[in-house]
């Protein structure tokens, strides 16, 4: 669908620079005016640093696997 060839291409541009994809979005950009979120980036551009996979089980409601 749309939204998965978006998400795709999205990643092979940005992939290999998660954290500049990040400050440069809107609301990156919005945060880095707010004051220093540097360690909120790093944070959430890491790749395989989590033991679970949440998983959608019903419409609102996200469990962990």
């Known amino acids: ?3 998965l060839q978006a998400s ?3 990643w092979n541009v940005w992939k290999n620079d998660i954290l500049k994809c990040l400050r440069t ?12 979120y540097e360690d909120d ?3 959430c551009s890491e790749l395989d ?3 679970i996979v ?4 019903e ?7």
Do not use: M, Y
Request: glycine share 8%.
């Open 25 to 36: 979005a809107t609301h990156g950009k919005r945060l880095t005016s707010l004051g220093d």
């Open 41 to 43: 980036f790093k944070c």
């Open 1 to 3: 669908n749309d939204e």
């Open 49 to 51: 640093c989590l033991d």
């Open 59 to 65: 419409r609102g409601v996200i469990r962990a696997s």
């Open 54 to 57: 949440p998983t959608q089980v």
């Open 8 to 10: 795709l291409a999205l």
